[in-house]
Structure formats: C-alpha cells, structure tokens
C-alpha cells in the first residue's frame, strides 16, 4: 500500500462526518473557526472506526463518485438538525414580523443571514434543546447507522429523496407556524381593539396608538411562548432524525 492509498483512505473515512459537521449549525456550521471544524471531523471520523469499512482505493473517476457520495449523506443527516433550527427561525421571523421588529434584524452568527432578535432567540432555544435531550448523541448514532447501511461505495440516488425533502419543508412550516401562532393571535386582537377605537374616535393615529401597544403586548406574548419552545421543539426532533436518516437513504 503507498502512501496515496493511505490518503485515499482517510479522505474516505472524513469526507461523511466532514459534510456533517459543515452542515449541522450546532456541530461547527460555516462560521466555527476552521481548526475546530476539522478537528471535530477527525474525532467524529475516528469514533466511527469500529463501524466503518473503508473499501480499497478505486481509480480516480469512481473515487470522485465516492466521495460526493459521502458528501451527500452526510449533508442530508445534517439537514434533519438544520429543519430544526430553520423552523426555530421561521417562528421568531413571523413573530418579529407581526411585532414590528424586522428593522431591527442582526447578522446572526448561527446562519449568516439576517434574523430579528425573537429568531435568534427561538432558534438558540432549538439548539440548547437539543443539547438538553442529547441529540447530539442521536446524531452521532444515525452517523453510525449510516455505515452499517450504507457502506462507503458508490450508489444512485432513489427519486425518493422529493418526497422527504417535502416532508421536511413541511416540518418547518408547521414548527414554525406553532411557534409564531399565540403571538399572532394575541397581536391579532389589538389590531382589532385598535380598529375599533379609531373608529370610535376618528381622530386617533393608529400607528402612533398602536406601535408601542403592539410591542408590549408582543413581548408579553413572548415571555409566555417561550417557556413552551423546549417542549415544542423536542417532539419534532425524533420526526427530523427520521426524515434525515430517509434522505441519507435515497444515495443507496
């Protein structure tokens, strides 16, 4: 054996835990220092030593094949966790719409992108659950699994991988929808009384009334949601890991 096949290899056994450290939010993600990400993926990539077989070295096209196909299964576990955080997101968006407060988005470190402060808080509070209920540990399992019914080799890829991608867009949706329901509903009757008022007496201002009132009954609302979010957030983590797992599968 040469010492290129020695680096095949490891480029092998690295590649499937590499994606899913790249992919996962709360396991590295795009903004965790370089260094970190890598060593997480060589630790990930030695616990699973005991499961994984890694085949010899095929020629460099069927290698190319190999690896994108590890590629691919690791991003598509990650995407189970990322539905998670994305439904977190969507709630607090919703809810910071209805509040007023999307002029105020931030660079949110998690994603990149720009998140209102009631999305940052959603979406930290889907990721200290995780933690809490040990889904890291479950993650680290569905890696090991993914050998034990994937092997590294090449494969296709199963027209099913639409339907689970529907599934968890779905899972966003409605996580999200959960999330950001009492908020609205709450919102959606001082629109109402505000109606009302100013109809009442014509020569209000309705934004000038209704701005600060919409606020402090937001973040009422908020105060009272937000103990719920752990539990909310748990009962779809098993639904995730499962159309995860299924979305591995579809690169049989």
Known sequence: MTELDVLERIGLLLARPGALIMAAPVMGGQFAPAPVRIGLAVILSFTMLGVVQVPAPPPLPALTLILLREVAIGTAIAMA????IAAAEFGGHLSGAQMMLSYGSTIDPQGGVRNNIIASIY?????????????????MRALAESYVSM??????VD?????????LLG???????????PLIVVLLIVEVAAGLLTRATPGLDLMALTTPVRVVV??????????LVPGLVQRFVSVAMELGMAAAAAFR
């Open 81 to 84: 966790l990322r539905a998670l």
């Open 218 to 227: 937001g973040l009422l609302a908020v105060s009272a949601v937000v103990p």
């Open 123 to 139: 979406s930290n509070l889907a990721i200290f659950t995780f933690f809490m209920i040990d889904g890291h540990h479950a993650l």
């Open 159 to 167: 027209g099913s991988i639409v339907e689970v991608v529907m599934r």
């Open 171 to 181: 899972v966003v949706f409605v996580l999200g929808f959960r999330l950001a329901a």
């Open 151 to 156: 092997p590294i080799g090449t494969g296709g």
